[in-house]
């Protein structure tokens, strides 16, 4: 794991900012866990919460869809949470570069900023390190949402969308 690299504490201020949040129902000691850092950072972020801003899925390979969908109705980002585990299969490869590729494709064919939680780890105790439970060394989906939100706001700042960037 190595955790080098990445920015520092980010001061977001999201509030106005509608997020949604599309997290796989697979492995669920580690969504839980995925989808608690997301939603901490996001209300850390001054981003509005409410029972609508998560929707659930039923694994990784579903999310771009999912994502693609409430991309066009309105939001500032989407954060895409999943996680992956290896197995004897190449089933693993497959669904890691479906998710990958669809949530890319999600990003730029609508210009909606897609905060990439998927984990793709060798073996459970990776996945665990990451969840941003106790004891895990980092919080993938805090992360991802953090990313959303400031691609979110530097987009608005950047190039507006008229109509609907307000900052």
Same mark, same amino acid.
């Given at each position: 794991?190595?955790g080098?690299g990445?920015?520092g504490? $980010?001061? &977001?201020?999201?509030?106005g $900012? @509608?997020?949604?949040v599309v997290?796989?129902?697979?492995h669920q000691?580690?969504?839980?866990?995925? &989808?608690?850092g997301? &939603?901490?950072? &996001? @209300?850390?972020?001054g981003v509005?919460?409410t !029972?609508?801003?998560v929707?659930?899925v039923p694994?990784?390979?579903? $999310?771009?869809v999912?994502?693609?969908?409430l991309?066009?109705?309105g939001v !500032?980002?989407?954060v895409?949470?999943?996680?992956?585990i290896r197995?004897g299969t190449p089933?693993f !490869?497959y669904v890691c570069q479906?998710?990958?590729a669809?949530?890319? !494709?999600?990003?730029?064919q609508?210009?909606?900023?897609v905060?990439?939680g998927? =984990?793709t780890?060798?073996?459970e105790q990776?996945?665990?390190d990451?969840?941003? =439970?106790?004891g895990?060394?980092?919080?993938k989906g805090?992360?991802?949402?953090?990313?959303?939100?400031?691609t979110?706001?530097?987009?608005a700042?950047v190039?507006?969308v008229p109509?609907?960037?307000?900052?």
């Amino acid at each position: 794991m190595s955790g080098s690299g990445a920015p520092g504490a $980010l001061q &977001l201020d999201g509030s106005g $900012l @509608r997020v949604v949040v599309v997290a796989a129902r697979w492995h669920q000691e580690v969504m839980d866990g995925l &989808l608690a850092g997301a &939603l901490r950072a &996001l @209300r850390a972020a001054g981003v509005p919460v409410t !029972d609508d801003s998560v929707v659930r899925v039923p694994g990784s390979f579903e $999310l771009p869809v999912a994502a693609a969908r409430l991309a066009r109705t309105g939001v !500032d980002a989407v954060v895409a949470l999943g996680v992956v585990i290896r197995g004897g299969t190449p089933h693993f !490869d497959y669904v890691c570069q479906a998710a990958t590729a669809g949530l890319t !494709d999600v990003a730029v064919q609508t210009g909606v900023p897609v905060g990439f939680g998927v =984990l793709t780890c060798d073996d459970e105790q990776q996945a665990l390190d990451r969840a941003g =439970l106790p004891g895990s060394r980092e919080d993938k989906g805090a992360e991802a949402a953090q990313a959303a939100v400031a691609t979110a706001l530097e987009l608005a700042a950047v190039a507006p969308v008229p109509g609907r960037d307000a900052r």
